[in-house]
Structure formats: C-alpha cells, structure tokens
C-alpha cells in the first residue's frame, strides 16, 4: 500500500493544531506576544466555527481541542504519516481527452493500483467501454465503477459518497482512486465533497485536479455567454485545476497555443500546465500532484525559488510559456521598492519560474494584453517583499474570505510575518482555510510574500492594495 506522502498527513491531519500551537510557540518565544491574539489562527478558527471543520480533519481539532484543555504541548514538527487514499479527479469540456488520459494512466509503467470511478450522464455506459485499458487489465485488478444517470457535480453527489465508501471497504485492493467527471461538470460541489464531508475526508485525500483543454476548440466555450447565476464548465475546470494539460496540440498552431495558454494563466495562475498530444503526460506529473497539501506548495515555491536563481534556461517545448511574445529582461533591477504587484503571467511554477519582485511588470510586453477576454473567473498573483503585520494580514484576509464567500474559489499563499522565523503557508478552498507553520526563513534568503487568487469577478484593485497595505513599512512599529 501507498502511503501518499508524509508530508500531506503532517499539514492536512494536524493543520490546525500547528498554526494554533504555533501561536503558543510563539508566545513563550516572546513574552509580549501573549497580550496579542495571533490572527493566522483566528481566521483559522473562524473558519472552523463557520464551516464545521473544512481541511482539518476531526483529528486534529480533538487534538487542539484536547490539548487546549489540557496546556499541552504538541510536538508540531513531528510528522503524521497520512494513510488516507489518494484521490485524483479528471475533468475537462466535451471531448477533451478525458478517457484517452485514463487509458493512457491504467496502462502506464507506475507500479500502482487504480480504481477508476467514471461518471456519464446516460443511463446507458459508454464511456466505460472506451476506456479500453479494462480490456488488458485482469479481474483482480478492474476496479471501474459507473456512476450513471446523473452528473457527479449534482445529482449523484450522493452517490459518488456511497461509491467512495465501498471503495474505502475494499482499500486493500488498490493505491489510489481516479474520478473521471462528465465534460460538463462543475469541479467545485465534488472537491467540497472531499473537503466537507466529515467521513470522507477522514479517509480520502484529494490529492489534485487534472483539467483536460481541447486547445482547439476550449475558446468557444470559454467565450459561451452564460445568463447570470449560471455556471460556465469549461472556465471553471480550469479555475480549479491543479494540473492542465492542453490537448490536442496536433490541431493547433504554436501561436495559437501560445495566446490559448495566456489565457489560461490569466484564469489560473496556479496550476502546472503541460501541452499534450492524446493526453501523453508523465504519470508522475498527474498522480502526486499534492494540490492540497501545504508542505509540498512550499517545497514547489522553494524548487521555483532555487530554479529561478540558477537556471533561467527555459522548455518551451515542454511546458508551453508564452515567452516567444513576452520581452523578459533579466538584467533588470530585482532590487525592489517591495511594492504589491500583479503578475499576470506564470512565474511561481515549480517546473518554470522567475524571481521578479518588485520590478514593473507594466514594462513587459505580454502577449496577452493584446488579446482582451471578459472572463469573469480570474486570477491575481500578488508578491510583496519585506514582512507583513499580522494583524493587518488577519484582518485583511478574514475580511477578504468573508467578502468573496463563494467568488473566491482557489488561493494559496506563502507569507513572510513579521517577527516570526517562519515562513507561513496557507492555501483555501471557498470559505475553507488551511494554514501552517513552514520552513524558517533562511539567513540569506529575501523575505516576502506571494499569494495567488482564483476566483470570479475578483476586485484585484482593491486586493491589491489590501495586500500592498498589511506591508511594514520603514518606521512601523511592529507587534508580535
Ligand atoms: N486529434 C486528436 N484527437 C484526440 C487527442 N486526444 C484525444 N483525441 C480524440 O478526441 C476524442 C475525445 O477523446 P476522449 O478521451 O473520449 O474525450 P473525453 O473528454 O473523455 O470525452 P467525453 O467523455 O465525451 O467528455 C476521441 O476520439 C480521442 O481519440 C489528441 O491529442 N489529438
């Protein structure tokens, strides 16, 4: 059996106990510290009160809870090795290339076990038969179950609990579970499922979301004008997306797919994206994504980190940038004057990315500036240096969560508070947050603090300078 990852289990089992300890800890680090509330903390616990638990497991609030009662101290560092089964969701439009990927997975070299739960509309299973791998597979091993008449985003959410039970009972036979959603699904309602739903998350861990983009022919129903209230599928397969993968480049010219992946990075500025031909993609890229999981965000932050100051080579090939239009000048003054800035474009990707603070993307000449869209579902990456105040932060974010509800769909950040030594990783689901205690600041690493949002019709004027204003500022006086 698998155990997925250690580090998920240390942030996902004990989220809450460490951010809450760690307000502890910082306490008997600092004596002055007490007569202030930690605000990380009270956003988490507002949350917690608000939603009746979220990405902490009932686990770990018995544990804060327990400990709490008790003044224990809990050993935040020790590792939780989390034994939950790793699940993955495919989504994607119409025809994107959603099987064609789960055949390509089943058949794939990876040494795991999979049990594929598929959802089709019909009552009829066609798409079960397409995935053709089942044909190779022996009896032991098919583990396809059908989830029909209905779409797993609303009608047979029910259904897709009871599925996953049953799977949980015969966990002994598999590593991890793939879901296969309809074309026209809506991510959000299935990975709240996994988040909300008590049981489910005791025992499940989504560990990402792979959207598959027909790149030629995703624009139109980007472009789809949707009465109010109403959902546009193929905008927010992408919003959520931990992992995109734009299909079908054998269609498509280089320039197309150049402006179709600016567009997308301006709807998700969060996700790795690949370019691909009948869903080709390393298995490893799309099974361990760990898109829930804080401890691998920061250990991605820190590999884009090391790679932007070593390596500022570039894979057009391989990750599809939009460079060939963008005019980077890395000769630029990267000493910054710390200010909020917006970076419309990829920079903070593990597999590509750039050290830009503080300089001024207005200069850059992106190619999708050219190429105006009305999305409503957005993102906004927003980088300061320096250190924030917590209270500002607390503040600002718990208004922020409060504000958007259900608008803000995605964020995830790595904050740099002043007075603490270490980095704090937070990353949020709707109205769900998640945060903790990272690595410690290194001596000679430049603090600051990147956050990105995904959500729709973002007030990014107004974020950004919630953002620019948590700064501390020369002259401040700084409370911890
Ligand atoms: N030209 C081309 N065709 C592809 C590619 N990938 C998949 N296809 C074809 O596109 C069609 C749809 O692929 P599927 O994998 O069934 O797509 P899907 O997302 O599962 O489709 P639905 O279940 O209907 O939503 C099939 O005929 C595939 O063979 C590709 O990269 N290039």
Redesign the pocket.
Known sequence: MQTQGVHAGHSKQVGGSCLLLHARKLQSKRPSAGRHVAIIPDIFRHQLRKLGGGLATRKARTAVTAAAAAHETIDVSAEVIDDRIPVTIIT????????????HILTANHGKRIAVIEN?FGEIDI?SE?VTARDTLSDGEQQIMMLNNGCLCCTVRDDLVKMLGELVQRRDQFDRIVV?T??LANPAPIIQTFILDQDTSDKLNLDGVVT?V?S?HVEQHLDDKKAEGDVNEALEQIAYADRIIM?????TSDSELRQLESRIRTINDMAQIKR?????VSTDWVLGVGGFDLKRYEEEAEAARHSSHHDHSHDHHDHGHAHATHSHDHSHDHSSDGHAHEAEHAHAHAEHSHDHSGHDHSSHDHHHHDHHHDDRINSLSLLVDGDLHLEAVNLWMGTLIDFCKEDLFRYKGILSIAGWEDKFIFQGVHMVFEGCAGKNWEPNEKRQSKMVFIGRDLNKEVIREGFEKCRVKPGDRVVV
């Open positions: 994607g439009f119409l025809g994107s290339g959603k099987t064609t990927l789960l055949n089709e798409d397409l296969e309809t074309g598959l027909d030629k299909n079908k480049t054998d269609l691909a031909t009948k869903a080709n």
